[in-house]
């Protein structure tokens, strides 16, 4: 899952699927949304010095950073997929994705704040670009992308969320924790539904 979402959770982009020739193209040349750039904040590098004022252990900050830019992507690619999905079930899941991958972004972005963390308002330009290359795809051939996509995706953000849970800031460790079992349910959502598509 590249900010959860993705929180971004998420958290931003693998593709396994080949689905069609763009989600070939994106799989050899873009990186998956949880191992996205954690110093970019509206296309621009940031310092890290901002960790060491926050109280947060090294860890605790980069995992922060990275569930941001995957929260953002679910958030975004489900935006997509509501106006492009053709597929009844596809269209539910983008649908519950928005909706739970925006709640958990906006938890997040207090969290950071509270922690003195600066985490990305925006997409690393790799993830824009896969996302601009989602816009042109429509029917079958989205849904198969776009399910692949989260399956993939949400894997990854399991991992990375069961790190978080082993922080040992106690505000970091409960709200990842607590994440965590929505993003479980989500991956058996995708699997399911990736599974009825085939």
Known sequence: MKK?????FALSCA???QACQSADKKSSTTKDSVQGDTNM????????SESTQSGLDEEGSTFLKKAAIGGIMEVEAAKIALK????????NFASQMLTDHTKANTELKALATEKK???ADGLPAEDQIHLDEMKKMTGSAFDKHYIGM???DHEKTVELFKQGTLNRDQAVKSWATNTLKVIEGHTEMAKKIASDLK
């Not at 959860?4 to 971004?8: H, P, T």
């Open 4 to 8: 959860i979402f993705y929180i971004g």
């Open 117 to 119: 963390v600066i985490t």
């Open 15 to 17: 593709l396994t699927f």
């Open 84 to 91: 492009n999905a053709e597929n009844a079930e596809v269209k």
């Open 150 to 152: 989260m399956v993939s």
């Open 41 to 48: 904040v509206n296309g621009n590098h940031v310092g890290g």
